[in-house]
Each structure stands twice: as C-alpha cells, then as structure tokens.
C-alpha cells in the first residue's frame, strides 16, 4: 500500500499539477485518488473535529446496503428465465441450478451497470472539466440504483439516453450533485415510462422468450405469462370483483400461486431488476438506519402510508385489485425498494423531522393510490416519489414556518406572564 | 398623452436601415427574444411545436399579424384615445387574426385543424400585444414595421429549432408546408420490424418542449453573458 501512495505522488502526481503535461485531467486525477487514499488535507479555520465519514463513504454504504437487492435481482432474473422455459418448476426452484442462474441473471445485469455508470460519470467528468470544479460523488449512488430499477429487456442504448438525461436535466441544470429537485434514478426511470411506454409497460418481461414464443419457435411453460404482478392486476381494474378475469387474476395472489405473499416477500416473481425483493430491500433498509444514512422516519412512515392506502380499499373494495391485502400491496412490485433507496434521498427528501412523517406517509399513500387507480401506470411508486420530491420544500415550509409561530407564541406569553 | 407622444418623438429625419433601425431587426433575435428573454408567447410555443409545418405555419400567420398590428396601430398613433387604446388594438389585432383563420381555412383546411384554436389565440398572444404597447404607439409605421419583422422572426427561430428537435426525435420524421411529413429512418429499423429504434414519445408530449425551451435558454445563456442577470 506504501509502494502505491509512494508511486501516485511521485510519479503520476506531478503530471497533473502545477504545469505537468496532463494538468488538464486534474479533476479526473483528483477524483480517482480521493478513491483510493484518504485526501491529505486537513482543516485550517473553523470547528476541527469532524466525523471521518464524507460523501465518497456515505455513498459506497448506500451501495453496499444495495448490494442484497442487486445479488438476489441477478439471481432471479436467472430463476425466471428458466422457470418461463420450463426447465424448472417452482418445487425446487431454490437448489437448481444455481450457478446457472447466476450467469444468466449476470449477462442482463452487467451491462445495464456498465452502460450507466459510463454515461453517468462520462458527463460529470466533462461537466466538471468545463466548469472547473472537482467531480462530485452524487453518481455513484445513482448510477447503480438506474440498473436495479430499469426492466431487465431494455434496449441498453435506452438506459445510456434516459441517463443522459437525468444527469443533464433533473442534476446538473440544478447545479450539480446536492443541487437537485428530483431523485435522478427516478427521473431515468420516469423519462423511459414516458419516452418508450412500451418496453416499460410491466407486460413484457422476458423479451427475448417471449419473441421466440410468439414467433412460434418456442414452447412456453404453462400458464407462464410475462406480465410482472402489478401488469397483471391492472387487468382487473374496471373488471367486476367476482367476474371471470378477476378471478382469474386473483387466483395467482393466493397462497400457492405464482405471486403469492412469500413468493412476493422474497422476490422470485418477474419484475424490474432488483425491485421484486421485499427482503432484500429490508435488509437493505437494516444497514442504512444502522449507520445513520437513511432516515428512519421517512422509511417507516412511507409503509405505513402504503399500509393504510390498502386498508383503505379493502373497505372499498370495488375492484379485485382493490381487495388484496394492504401487507400484500406493499410488498408487490417496487414499493420496498422505492421506500428505502428512493424516498429517503437525503438531497430531494424533506429535511426536517416531521416533514419527514409527513412526506414518507403520503408518498405511500399516493404509492398505491394511483397504482390501484390508474392501470396505465403500473408503477405508482415513481410516480409518488417525484411528486413528492416536489412537495418537500413545501413541506419544509409549513413545518418551519409552524415552529416559528409556535416559539413565538410562547415567547410572548412568556412575556405577558 | 397622445399630444406629448407626438412632441417627444420628433427626431431629425433618419434613413429606415440605419443603425438604430437595424438593431430593431437583430435585437430580438438574441439579446430580447421575446420567447427566450422576455418569456412572452410561451403558450402557442409549447402547444403547436410537435410538426415543423405547424410551426411555419404559425410563424408566417404571426409575422402577417404583428406586421399588419404594428403598422396600422403605429398609424393611427396619434388618433387613438389614450383610455381606449388597449381596445382599439385588440380591434385590430382580431381582425388581422380573422383574416388569417378564414384564409387557413380555405387553403390548408388540415394544418388549420391541427392548430385548432391557436390560430385564434393569437389575439391573446403576448408578444404582439406587447409590442403594440410598448413600441408601435411610440413610433413611426416604418420603425414599426422593422420592429415587427424582428419579433416575428425572433419568436420564428425559437418555435423552429423547438419544432424540428420534436420532430425528428419524436416522430423520426421532418415535415413542411406543402411537401407534408417525410419519414426519413428506413422502416426496418424500429423495434416493432425486428430493428433496434424507437421513436422518442416523451417528445409529443408538451413537457418536452418546454424542457426544449429551456435548453435553448441554457445554450443562449452560455454563450451571451450579457442575459445572466446579477445577484
């Protein structure tokens, strides 16, 4: 470790600084050392006792509490692949083929990573070499949450444009990293569901199976469908409770069935690239309140949002989708994995305590309000969580504003007295 | 007001091209575009801009109307009442506005349909009402006049570039009065052929160009440092 620190700043350093050769990378240099030593310099004015953990740490803890999500992810898109072939069933979906999977799963989920980080990172790099500042770690985070929440088909020159545009629009117009409105993986993944609906629709997961099925090349297992569990409930939406589609739907969320409650829980129903887990979400979520990253508030408030939402309909219940279970809702399609990496996004969350019960609360109420409510959006979660990026500075607003007028109350009854 | 306007204004007498008059025309192509600086007209510029052949078709009836606006307001400058002016230029303006509706109607009966009834707002758009107010009742039809070819064409550029980014990313295709759209990526290209591509929706929807619009003003804005204000 010595011998490296020692080559870096004596041989490589130089060229980058003062009038080296390579001044011009200097950013680029920065950054990538920053990587891998701690930077050398320490405070000179103001308070000096600092917490050792900055951005570059905070964000690889995000990405280490991500990692549960993105192994189970990789592993499933495998399991799916082969229980949509029919070379498994479900009795010993967990034992078989294991490595198998892994490959599969890999082969969809390495590309989708490699082609967002290099887009991502590839206009940080020019925007900071432009502006003259240093590149900021806000992509990291970003970058790997993109893959885990895109559909495991899509077009990588997709992924490389809705990137594109997330960091240029929703990031760096905003000023950069710390800057921004909305949760720039959203905004990738907001910007695909309305720039090409139909590879994000949740109707077609395996793509290249269902091509060959179509094509009439492939037998498909049976009773597979493609559909993830939300592009199926849409179906029933307008249906009558008790008529033949809903029943039918319906009888693939009971126990037994293909999106039954464990089978939900644990993720092994076809979906985004990580979203499907519960679990792993959780586990996740364990990791970030442990060490402080994540907030608690907004985590826990955001599925009792969702939880009430359910309860909700199910007095409702005027369409079979309104009648599954609300602890069923919430841990269907992206709501656990929206609830801990998205929603808590410390830059575009609320900032203060109770805006934080209240922005958490209604992000998971309106979660599974529109998912319930409008088909053509399956995926509710996104939508919630934008609007209520939107809604946090109001919110912010009423809280502080609240607490002035509360102080103030006091203090002039103080006064009185 | 009407008798100090016309004291005020009575400079020696200047050739129509000189220097000042030429900065009526170049103005508002950059430095006070009225879509990009002074933030007017917003409205048709989001809604008419998913076709290039809409937006020509907006760009001439609003060059025809501010022209005609100008003009007739700068002439009748000095007769109008000052409290009933904003009346008498929306007299104006809706005639002008009529004319070309009925004209549109006539000739090019589907580009009227498509810009439904944002031939007839027009009347409310605010860059021709604005340079009525602040130009045309001050000055002489032929300073006029230039003044209203440079808003129109200022207003013009910003609805083109918008309408030809929308177009060739949402539609894959390019269009223009007369010659219709012509779809220029081969066929087997797109997703639904066994191909690769996929036309971009988001930009047929309006948020688009606004987005579009407001990376117009990003690239402007870096290149004029004259427009960032100070804070």
Sequence with gaps: MKALHKLIEERVKPNFTGDGKLKRFWVVFDSL???????????????????????????????????????????????????????????????????????VGAIKVVPLIVVSYATGLGIEFIIAGINGHSINEGFLVSGMLIPLIMPVDVPLWMVAVATAFAVMIAKEVFGGTGMNILNVALTARAFLFFAYPKQ????????????????????????????TALGQLANTVGQPVNGEVSAGVMSMFADGGMFSFMN????????????????????????????????????????VGGLVMGVIFNALGLNAYMTIGPVHQ???????????????????????????????????????????????????????????????????????????????????????? | MSTETSIALEPKRESLFS???????????????????????????????????????????VLFVMIGGNVIVSMMRNIIPDRIRIIVQLVVIASLVIIVDEVLKAYSPDISEKLSVFVGLIITNCIIMGRLEAFALGNKPGPAMLDAVGNAMGYAWILLAVAFVREVLGSGAISFPGIGQV???????FMANGGFYENNNLMILPPMALITVGVIIWIQRSRNRSLIEEN
């Design chain 2, 183 to 189: 779809k220029f990526l081969p066929e087997s290209w």
């Design chain 1, 264 to 303: 939900c829980f644990i993720g092994t129903i076809p979906g985004s690239v990580a979203e499907t887990s519960a679990l792993a979400a959780l586990i996740g979520a364990a990791l970030l309140i442990w060490t402080g990253i994540g907030s608690w508030r907004i985590i826990s408030s955001f599925i």
């Design chain 1, 330 to 417: 919430v841990v269907m399609g992206g709501f656990m994995f929206g609830a801990v990496f998205m929603a808590t996004d410390p830059v575009s969350a609320a900032q203060t305590n109770t805006g934080k019960w209240v922005y958490g609360f209604l992000g998971g109420l309106f979660s599974i309000m529109i998912r319930v409510f409008n088909p053509a959006y399956p995926e509710g979660v996104m939508m919630a969580i934008l609007f209520m990026n939107v809604m946090a500075p109001t919110i912010d607003h009423y809280v502080i504003e609240g607490n002035i007028r509360r102080r103030e109350k006091r203090m002039t009854q103080a006064a009185i007295a």
């Design chain 1, 33 to 103: 050392e920053t990587f891998l030593f701690t930077p050398g310099h320490t405070t000179s004015k103001g308070v000096h006792v600092r917490d050792g953990i900055d951005l570059k740490r905070t964000m690889f803890l995000v990405i280490v509490a991500m990692l549960p999500a993105l192994l189970f992810g990789t592993w499933n898109i495998g399991h799916q692949y082969y229980l949509s072939l029919g070379d498994i069933t479900t009795a010993d979906a967990w034992s078989a083929m294991f490595l198998d999977k892994i490959l």
């Design chain 1, 200 to 227: 994000m629709s949740g109707e077609i997961w395996i793509h290249n199976v269902m091509g060959s099925k179509a094509a009439g090349t492939l037998q498909m297992a049976d009773g597979y469908t493609g559909a």
């Design chain 2, 19 to 61: 220097k000042k008059n030429r900065k009526l025309l170049t103005d508002p192509l950059d430095d006070s575009n009225p879509i990009t600086v002074q933030v007017l007209g917003i409205c048709s510029a989001l809604a008419i801009t998913v076709q290039v052949q809409q937006a020509v078709i907006m760009s001439l009836a």
